[in-house]
């Protein structure tokens, strides 16, 4: 399912997609999208407003990327106000779910109702071919609110690094990823992996990730 507001005048709104089954797709599964791109940075442009993706099963998902993107299952950039919930992720091989909030870095234009919600989803094993991500991931800026998710045993092992270094973290995944995200909530969630030990080809990175981020919270977390 791929929708774009390729257009500078294009808009789309009322997305739904619910109660569907992906399986064995060998990019991603679900990719929604405004019209921004890095070298048009002025307004106007596209428009991305209300998108819903409830109740899905996502399974095994995106084991042939292309050779320029890294095949997420859910993504979605830039929408303005946003729902995902009750989404079941397995095997997946990038990121389970993937949302870019607000707007696009640099972009001149104001997105002042921006909210989003993701509650209620469970992805397990993800990251299965790429590193520096998280099974449920956030961009950008918010309010975005996560809770009553579970994210278990991301990935992102790394092969030469492990072949390198054997006694060392051998995996660079995260159950949840706040990549440049600020105004972010995330409370109530479960993070789980399959080792307790530091090092080793299962050893966990960590439940929560920041990187350039700020004005989040974090509480009743496990």
């Excluded at 679900?30 to 407003?49: F, I, K, N, Q, W």
């Excluded at 609110?145 to 030469?160: A, E, H, L, Q, T």
Aim: contains cysteine.
């Amino acid at each position: 399912v791929r929708l774009k507001a390729v257009g500078a005048q294009d808009a789309i709104d009322r997305v739904v997609v619910q109660d569907n089954v992906f399986a064995d797709n060998d990019y991603g599964a679900v990719d929604l999208e405004d019209g921004t791109v890095y070298s048009a940075l002025e307004p106007p442009m596209g428009r991305l407003y209300d998108v819903r993706v409830l109740r899905n099963k996502f399974d095994h998902i995106g084991i042939r990327r292309d050779l320029f993107g890294q095949g997420e299952t859910l993504k979605i950039e830039y929408a303005e106000t946003v729902e995902v919930a009750g989404n079941i992720f397995d095997r997946v091989c990038a990121q389970g779910i993937d949302v870019h909030g607000a707007k696009q870095d640099r972009a001149a234009t104001d997105r002042p109702f921006t909210r989003i919600l993701i509650h209620h989803n469970k992805v397990v094993d993800s990251l299965l071919n790429v590193d520096d991500f998280g099974g449920i991931e956030t961009w950008q800026g918010g309010p975005a609110y996560v809770y009553d998710n579970i994210s278990g045993n991301p990935g992102g092992y790394r092969n030469w690094e492990h072949v390198l270094t054997p006694d060392s973290e051998a995996r660079f995944g995260h159950a949840f990823y706040l990549d440049g995200a600020f105004k972010n909530y995330h409370f109530n969630n479960l993070a789980w992996g399959k080792s307790k030990g530091p090092t080793g080809k299962l050893a966990n990175t960590s439940a929560f990730q920041e990187i350039i981020s700020y004005q989040n919270t974090f509480f009743n977390n496990t």
